[in-house]
C-alpha cells in the first residue's frame, strides 16, 4: 500500500507550481548608472592610462593649435602648448615632475609651483589640468560638483560629461566645463574656459619619464594672461 502511495503523490507534487525561489535567487536588473557614477567610472580608467597623443586646441578667440600631451610611464607629465603665453605669441610647456612642475620656454624651464594643481595663475595657461590634477577631483565622490549628461563635443567618442563647481569657496577645485572619456578612459574632448581639446587620431606608447625642455633657471615665468585689448581707433577723446 506505501508503494501504492508514492507515485500519488509524486503525480500530485507534479500538478502543484514549483516553490517561489529566495530573495538571493532573484535576478536583479541592473541599475542605470547615473552620470555623476558612469564619469567616476571611466575617469579612474583615465588616472592608470599612460600615453602620448596630440589634441585639437580651439583657444577661446577662435584660433587653432595642436597640443601635445604626454602622460609618462613613472608618472611625471608634459604639455606642450602652442600660443600658450604671452597673449598667444610664445609656446609653452607645462612638466610636472616629483620636485614640482615648471613652465618651459626658448630652451628653459622655470620651477612654478610644487604641484600641478597650484600653479599661480598668471603663469597658468590652463590646458594641462584636465590631464593632471583635474581627473583626481572628477573621481572624488565627495567633490563638490554637478554632474549632468551633456551631447557630444564634434570629434569625441564615448560619452560627455557637463561638470559645474557646487561649492561656494573662493577657489573652486575645477573648472566648469565638458569632460568626454572613451569607455576604455581614454580622454577623448575637454570644453574647458581655455578653450576645446579633440583628440586627433590614436595614442603612442607613453615614454619612460616627461623630460625638461631646457635647463632649469632662476628666470621669469612667462605671463598666460590674454592679450591686452586695443582701443578702437574710431573712440577718440
Not at 514549483?18 to 567616476?40: F, I, K, M
Not at 561656494?168 to 574647458?192: E, Q
Request: charged share 15%.
Amino acid at each position: 500500500a506505501a508503494a501504492a502511495a508514492v507515485p500519488a503523490l509524486v503525480a500530485c507534487g507534479a500538478d502543484e507550481p514549483p516553490p517561489a525561489p529566495q530573495e538571493s535567487q532573484v535576478p536583479v536588473a541592473g541599475a542605470a548608472v547615473g552620470p555623476r557614477a558612469d564619469l567616476a567610472r571611466r575617469v579612474a580608467a583615465a588616472k592608470d592610462r599612460r600615453f602620448t597623443a596630440a589634441y585639437a586646441w580651439t583657444t577661446g578667440a577662435g584660433e587653432r593649435r595642436t597640443v601635445t600631451v604626454t602622460l609618462a610611464a613613472d608618472g611625471t607629465w608634459r604639455v606642450d602648448i602652442p600660443g600658450g603665453a604671452q597673449g598667444g605669441r610664445a609656446t609653452v610647456s607645462m612638466v610636472g615632475r616629483t620636485e614640482g612642475v615648471y613652465q618651459c620656454s626658448g630652451g628653459g624651464c622655470v620651477r612654478v609651483a610644487r604641484a600641478a594643481g597650484t600653479v599661480p595663475a598668471a603663469v597658468d595657461p590652463k590646458v594641462h589640468h584636465p590631464f593632471t590634477d583635474w581627473p583626481t577631483v572628477l573621481a572624488d565622490p565627495n567633490a563638490a560638483l554637478s554632474v549632468t549628461g551633456a551631447a557630444m563635443l564634434p570629434g569625441a567618442i564615448g560619452a560627455c560629461f557637463s561638470v559645474e563647481p557646487t561649492t561656494v569657496a573662493i577657489a573652486a577645485p575645477i573648472d566648469p566645463g565638458i569632460f568626454c572619456y572613451g569607455d576604455d578612459g581614454m580622454p577623448t574632448a575637454f570644453k574647458i574656459l581655455a578653450g576645446t581639446l579633440v583628440l586627433t587620431g590614436a595614442a603612442a606608447p607613453a615614454p619612460p619619464t616627461a623630460e625638461l625642455v631646457g635647463p632649469v633657471s632662476n628666470g621669469v615665468p612667462l605671463s598666460t594672461a590674454p592679450p591686452t585689448p586695443v582701443p578702437s581707433s574710431s573712440r577718440r577723446s
